[in-house]
């Protein structure tokens, strides 16, 4: 089967690109066919270091899949106790540490695991090993003794909102993906939950969650005045919630189309979404340090 690289927009696309568009290029354009290519090939490699992950961005995923099988095993009549999703946890914690470690690692499985510290040679010592079990620990008590998890489970089953991993609607003929932790329906508005392991700016979250809210405005055909949505922070164990309406539902509007704009203006054949790296700006920043791309871009592999 021959894939082809079609244009999208989700919100982390958008932030990659403001960030910087020659790392928007090598996450989103760069790496294709990379799993294909020959082992020395700049593409394979560039899609070998997309698939690094910091120990901060891990934590935290790792926390949202423990919770999500939490909810999904609730769901089919099993209900997980807190010391054994923390045991599900520890196991995919100390797996993950294990995998990154290997020196045969190519990273071109889609199921393989690499820090990008240990890519880098920033070594993770033993304290911060352990303060990230602590921080994930913490996130998972949080949740568990949290009104919103009793909340969820007090709600009937058949008013939990079923959501695929990966959502997407169509927004002017471009797809766009976003992905939503939790909703469901409750006194005749659907509320949306979103986890945070993170120290987002609350005006990113507004963002964020007003985008979700399109998407179930469209597909449940339901004003916008009757959806709720909700950030809880786990971490600190915070509740945020945010208006919806009319307005911020304009707002996104003209945001995605904005920001589709922007990104399309920079491709060399906008039908075929095809880009060329030349006509993507390097950002030289403080963010360079902490980029999967820098070996790429700023080393190179022939350097090493």
């Known amino acids: 089967m021959v894939f082809k690289n079609e244009f999208s927009w989700s919100k982390s696309r958008d932030n990659a690109f403001k960030e910087c568009p020659r790392k928007y290029f090598f996450n989103h354009y ?14 394979k490699r560039i899609y070998y270091l997309k698939k690094l992950s910091t120990k901060e961005i891990w934590i935290g995923q790792i926390v949202h899949e423990v919770i999500e ?12 106790t807190l010391s054994h999703a923390i045991a ?5 914690f100390n797996a993950d540490f294990i995998q990154s470690s290997l020196k045969e690692y190519t990273g071109f499985s889609s199921k393989a695991h690499k820090f990008f510290e240990d ?37 009937p089953l058949e008013d939990w909102i079923t959501l695929e991993d990966f959502l997407s609607f169509d927004f002017e003929g471009n797809k766009v993906y976003l992905s939503i932790d939790f909703a469901m329906k409750k006194e005749g508005k659907i509320i949306l939950y979103d986890w945070k392991t993170g120290k987002e700016r609350l005006a990113d979250c507004d963002l964020q969650l007003t985008c979700y809210a399109l998407y179930i405005a469209q ?5 916008p005045e009757n959806i709720e949505a909700r950030i809880f922070n786990i971490t ?9 309406n009319v307005e911020k539902l304009d707002e996104i509007k003209d945001y995605i189309r904005t920001s589709i704009r922007e990104m399309k203006n920079l491709l060399e054949n906008v039908d075929e979404n095809i880009a060329k790296e030349e006509d993507f700006e390097k950002k030289e ?18 350097k090493e």
Not at 69 to 80: A, D, H, M, P, T
Not at 136 to 149: P, Q
Not at 236 to 244: A, C, G, R, S, T
């Open 30 to 43: 760069g790496f294709w066919d990379g799993w294909i290519a020959a082992e020395k090939d700049r593409t």
């Open 69 to 80: 099988y939490v909810l999904k095993q609730f769901r089919l009549g099993n209900k997980i």
């Open 88 to 92: 599900i946890l520890r196991k995919k």
């Open 119 to 155: 890519e880098y040679g920033i070594k993770i010592n033993d304290e911060e090993k352990a303060d990230l079990f602590k921080k994930a620990e913490s996130c998972l008590t949080n949740f568990f003794n949290s009104d919103i998890f009793m909340e969820i489970r007090r709600t």
């Open 219 to 223: 597909k449940f055909n339901i004003s």
């Open 236 to 244: 600190l164990d915070k509740q945020d919630v945010f208006e919806i």
């Open 285 to 302: 920043g403080y963010y360079c340090a902490r980029c999967n791309f820098r070996k790429i871009c700023l080393e190179g592999w022939d």
